[in-house]
């Protein structure tokens, strides 16, 4: 169990997936809650549907939704739900439509319910959220808010046949009641951290705990009830080969889940930021089983002349591999936490045995470029010149990140950058390979950047700039970024992420439009005045442009916010033919970036959500 995993997102709206509820009496029913509210399955989640989710009141959010969802033992239809905002809803036909438990919120201030545990015979519900332990009972339909308990309980249990007796967790030590909830008492400090879960897979005098502190974590034992506590996770065994990041990372990181297997007591399953771990000896030795389910948020590709695929990601850094894909290795990051090299690398551009990427540390307040000039070896982190803080004024993304560059194909040491935000962001230059960086006098007038900065190859004085918000369009300059002016539009644009140039004089800009919806631009002179070649269906923005080497055109299409499914086409030149190439993609968040790599023939696909695709493209 858990040694290979694939993509069960069929009809899952919302990909920030908090929590999955099992029904006992029908394995194949599947409650998922996430940031929209709850999907539902009927066949163990090969296909979801979206419920009701009360106007908006049902949503979840990670990780303080853990078990804030729970399914009758008895019909799989009766379901109840504790919502983000601190609301409990029951439903008795699979989330079709909801009433509110009781005449308010269990607790006296609107926090997301963290865990419920439901007892159907004695005709009560008890919740939790940061505020304490709360107890519903079904009879009088009211709520019970325990002042006197601890507070912050992350996870709780009770006895499934005697649920007077509760554990919480939440603290640095372990609180127990015997009457229900009406008094407590406390068991020995746990050694480090606070216990963030908890597992009882038979009997409360054995259980464990997920610690936490900061961003390390891991597992503790007790056999007298929560009472003492000693370290249990003896050997943790990562694989490398499928999680690189482990490399620098290491194995004991935060963890958000530590289950059991229901059939085999002997079967825990924990998670952590970067994985999945199984132990088939109750937690003493654990072994890495990601195979399957990629953990890379990854921002874009590029191909390097001996054929060494490069891979930049938020969060895991920038990876690359020797053999098209298969398996990578990290490159930045390498073996170790440093300040200001872990974190996001948003772009990468190789120019033969050296490369460049953009980077935004997050130990420091501010954006660098990354270069190197020995295949990965070694680095330099560039930023003479650039801004000391991250721009917080008009920008996408609550900061501003470093996330376009360009190179002059006739003077490769020139580099060109593009940061959002008004206050210190802006288009860059170096003219000594990233060494240092001037920002010009005069600016584009929307400095509301994405990745749309390109150069002209048959005119690389002339540089495109695409921006979004209330002065989006695409910006041109003809002298090398000393001066700026607004192309031509057909229509007003909105928002444009995504530029590059075409054979001849065609140029493309993906993006979004007015009414919300994806939308491709082009233009026919060398990106002079354009017009909509294409409006895709649906909400979200075009991204991940890639003009192939015949002239075709490959766009994705995103939802933002993790709304899904994406998509991929493939369109002629001029825009007047489009096929959907998703094949056999799973279903889920729309591509950061295409590339095409001609040696392979292949179509390369950095996700947002969910790592790297290729595809033949002939």
């Given at each position: 169990?858990?040694?290979?995993?694939?993509?069960?997102?069929?009809?899952?709206?919302?990909?920030?997936?908090?929590?999955?509820?099992?029904?006992?009496?029908?394995?194949?029913?599947?409650?998922?809650?996430?940031?929209?509210?709850?999907?539902?399955?009927?066949?163990?989640?090969?296909?979801?549907?979206?419920?009701?989710?009360?106007?908006?009141?049902?949503?979840?959010?990670?990780?303080?939704?853990?078990?804030?969802?729970?399914?009758?033992?008895?019909?799989?239809?009766?379901?109840?739900?504790?919502?983000?905002?601190?609301?409990?809803?029951?439903?008795?036909?699979?989330?079709?439509?909801?009433?509110?438990?009781?005449?308010?919120?269990?607790?006296?201030?609107?926090?997301?319910?963290?865990?419920?545990?439901?007892?159907?015979?004695?005709?009560?519900?008890?919740?939790?959220?940061?505020?304490?332990?709360?107890?519903?009972?079904?009879?009088?339909?009211?709520?019970?808010?325990?002042?006197?308990?601890?507070?912050?309980?992350?996870?709780?249990?009770?006895?499934?046949?005697?649920?007077?007796?509760?554990?919480?967790?939440?603290?640095?030590?372990?609180?127990?009641?015997?009457?229900?909830?009406?008094?407590?008492?406390?068991?020995?400090?746990?050694?480090?951290?606070?216990?963030?879960?908890?597992?009882?897979?038979?009997?409360?005098?054995?259980?464990?705990?997920?610690?936490?502190?900061?961003?390390?974590?891991?597992?503790?034992?007790?056999?007298?009830?929560?009472?003492?506590?000693?370290?249990?996770?003896?050997?943790?065994?990562?694989?490398?080969?499928?999680?690189?990041?482990?490399?620098?990372?290491?194995?004991?990181?935060?963890?958000?889940?530590?289950?059991?297997?229901?059939?085999?007591?002997?079967?825990?399953?924990?998670?952590?930021w970067w994985g999945v771990w199984r132990s088939d000896d109750q937690g003493v030795t654990w072994n890495e089983k990601i195979k399957g389910a990629p953990n890379t948020v990854a921002t874009d590709i590029a191909f390097s002349p001996e054929g060494r695929v490069y891979v930049s990601s938020m969060d895991n850094g920038l990876l690359g591999s020797d053999d098209d894909g298969k398996t990578y290795q990290t490159f930045f990051p390498a073996k170790e936490y440093i300040d200001?090299?872990?974190?996001?690398?948003?772009?990468?551009?190789?120019?033969?045995?050296?490369?460049?990427?953009?980077?935004?540390?997050?130990?420091?307040?501010?954006?660098?470029?990354?270069?190197?000039?020995?295949?990965?070896?070694?680095?330099?982190?560039?930023?003479?010149?650039?801004?000391?803080?991250?721009?917080?004024?008009?920008?996408?993304?609550?900061?501003?990140?470093?996330?376009?560059?360009?190179?002059?194909?006739?003077?490769?040491?020139?580099?060109?950058?593009?940061?959002?935000?008004?206050?210190?962001?802006?288009?860059?230059?170096?003219?000594?390979?990233?060494?240092?960086?001037?920002?010009?006098?005069?600016?584009?007038?929307?400095?509301?950047?994405?990745?749309?900065?390109?150069?002209?190859?048959?005119?690389?004085?002339?540089?495109?700039?695409?921006?979004?918000?209330?002065?989006?369009?695409?910006?041109?300059?003809?002298?090398?970024?000393?001066?700026?002016?607004?192309?031509?539009?057909?229509?007003?644009?909105?928002?444009?992420?995504?530029?590059?140039?075409?054979?001849?004089?065609?140029?493309?800009?993906?993006?979004?439009?007015?009414?919300?919806?994806?939308?491709?631009?082009?233009?026919?002179?060398?990106?002079?005045?354009?017009?909509?070649?294409?409006?895709?269906?649906?909400?979200?923005?075009?991204?991940?442009?890639?003009?192939?080497?015949?002239?075709?055109?490959?766009?994705?299409?995103?939802?933002?916010?993790?709304?899904?499914?994406?998509?991929?086409?493939?369109?002629?030149?001029?825009?007047?033919?489009?096929?959907?190439?998703?094949?056999?993609?799973?279903?889920?968040?729309?591509?950061?970036?295409?590339?095409?790599?001609?040696?392979?023939?292949?179509?390369?696909?950095?996700?947002?959500?969910?790592?790297?695709?290729?595809?033949?493209?002939?």
């Amino acid at each position: 169990m858990g040694e290979n995993w694939h993509f069960v997102t069929h009809g899952l709206g919302h990909l920030i997936v908090s929590l999955i509820a099992v029904a006992e009496s029908n394995s194949n029913v599947l409650y998922a809650g996430t940031d929209d509210g709850i999907f539902y399955s009927q066949n163990a989640g090969e296909s979801w549907i979206a419920v009701d989710n009360a106007g908006g009141q049902i949503h979840f959010g990670r990780p303080e939704s853990h078990r804030s969802i729970v399914v009758s033992k008895t019909n799989p239809e009766h379901v109840i739900a504790g919502s983000y905002t601190g609301d409990v809803f029951y439903s008795e036909n699979s989330g079709r439509s909801w009433k509110r438990l009781g005449n308010g919120r269990p607790f006296e201030k609107p926090s997301p319910i963290t865990a419920l545990a439901w007892f159907e015979k004695e005709k009560i519900l008890y919740a939790s959220s940061d505020q304490g332990m709360a107890k519903f009972d079904f009879e009088n339909s009211e709520w019970k808010y325990f002042l006197s308990g601890p507070k912050s309980v992350t996870d709780f249990w009770a006895a499934p046949d005697s649920p007077q007796t509760v554990f919480a967790a939440g603290q640095n030590k372990i609180f127990i009641s015997h009457d229900g909830c009406q008094t407590w008492k406390h068991g020995a400090l746990i050694p480090r951290g606070v216990i963030f879960r908890l597992l009882v897979p038979e009997n409360e005098k054995n259980m464990w705990a997920a610690w936490n502190d900061g961003w390390k974590g891991g597992v503790i034992y007790s056999n007298d009830g929560g009472e003492n506590w000693k370290p249990w996770d003896k050997e943790m065994n990562a694989d490398l080969a499928s999680d690189p990041t482990r490399s620098w990372a290491g194995v004991h990181g935060r963890i958000n889940a530590l289950k059991a297997d229901p059939f085999d007591k002997n079967v825990f399953f924990r998670t952590d930021w970067w994985g999945v771990w199984r132990s088939d000896d109750q937690g003493v030795t654990w072994n890495e089983k990601i195979k399957g389910a990629p953990n890379t948020v990854a921002t874009d590709i590029a191909f390097s002349p001996e054929g060494r695929v490069y891979v930049s990601s938020m969060d895991n850094g920038l990876l690359g591999s020797d053999d098209d894909g298969k398996t990578y290795q990290t490159f930045f990051p390498a073996k170790e936490y440093i300040d200001d090299v872990n974190g996001d690398v948003w772009r990468v551009l190789t120019l033969g045995k050296k490369f460049l990427a953009t980077s935004t540390p997050w130990g420091t307040d501010y954006d660098q470029v990354i270069l190197s000039q020995d295949s990965g070896a070694s680095f330099q982190k560039l930023r003479n010149g650039l801004p000391l803080h991250r721009p917080k004024i008009n920008v996408l993304w609550q900061r501003g990140y470093a996330r376009a560059i360009a190179v002059r194909p006739d003077k490769p040491e020139v580099i060109y950058l593009g940061i959002d935000g008004d206050d210190g962001g802006g288009f860059f230059v170096s003219k000594d390979g990233g060494q240092s960086w001037q920002r010009p006098e005069n600016q584009p007038s929307s400095l509301k950047i994405y990745n749309g900065l390109a150069v002209d190859p048959e005119n690389p004085a002339r540089i495109l700039w695409g921006a979004s918000g209330k002065k989006a369009g695409v910006y041109l300059s003809e002298d090398g970024g000393n001066h700026w002016r607004l192309a031509e539009s057909q229509i007003p644009m909105k928002d444009v992420y995504d530029i590059a140039f075409g054979p001849g004089r065609h140029v493309y800009a993906a993006g979004g439009s007015h009414d919300e919806m994806p939308v491709l631009y082009g233009s026919e002179d060398h990106g002079e005045h354009w017009k909509v070649l294409k409006k895709f269906e649906g909400n979200g923005g075009a991204k991940g442009l890639c003009v192939l080497p015949d002239g075709r055109v490959a766009v994705g299409i995103i939802r933002w916010h993790g709304k899904a499914p994406g998509h991929v086409y493939l369109g002629s030149s001029d825009g007047s033919v489009w096929e959907n190439i998703d094949g056999d993609l799973p279903e889920g968040d729309g591509p950061a970036a295409l590339r095409y790599n001609e040696k392979e023939k292949m179509l390369y696909l950095a996700r947002f959500a969910g790592s790297v695709y290729k595809t033949k493209i002939l």
